[in-house]
């Protein structure tokens, strides 16, 4: 049961992150900006941020596909009977 709970948190972790990852990446941009508009280090943020972005991606659709899987098995055992 725990693992599950594990699962489910990490996942509304990963869509939380779907949302927080670009503006974490746009403060970051504005502050590379104004403090230094000749040198671009906020590239390596984005690459950083960017990986996260992509595997949290991938766990929220993952989950997704999941929960429709089971809701299309639901439905077929439902007419079924």
Do not use: C, H
């Not at 403060?27 to 906020?42: A, C, D």
Request: no cysteine; glycine share 10%.
């Amino acid at each position: 049961m725990i693992l599950k709970e594990k699962q489910v948190n990490r996942t509304i972790g990963a869509v939380k992150f779907l949302f927080m990852g670009p503006l974490i990446l746009a403060f970051l941009f504005v502050i590379n900006l104004l403090t230094s508009p000749g040198e671009w280090w906020v590239q390596w943020a984005a690459l950083g941020i960017g990986i996260a972005w992509v595997i949290s991606l991938f766990r929220v659709v993952r989950a997704l596909v999941l929960a429709g899987g089971l809701a299309a098995l639901g439905l077929y055992l439902s007419r079924r009977r």
